[in-house]
């Protein structure tokens, strides 16, 4: 899969990969929530990284 690829990529290039996939399908407004981007900041910063990629698919 693509996700293969790009773990591996990520690993000969010694650069951090992280993935998330998400299936949940809330019953109710009181379950949905949204991913903190701040979350994603603070790792960079605490990292002392210089940049940082977020990639985003919505395969819905």
Do not use: G
């Amino acid at each position: 899969s693509s996700s293969n690829a790009v773990q591996s990529i990520c690993n000969a290039l010694e650069v951090p990969h992280i993935q998330v996939r998400w299936k949940h399908h809330p019953m109710d407004n009181r379950d949905t929530f949204y991913a903190n981007l701040y979350a994603i900041l603070d790792l960079v910063q605490f990292l002392k990284w210089k940049t940082a990629t977020v990639v985003y698919d919505d395969s819905t």
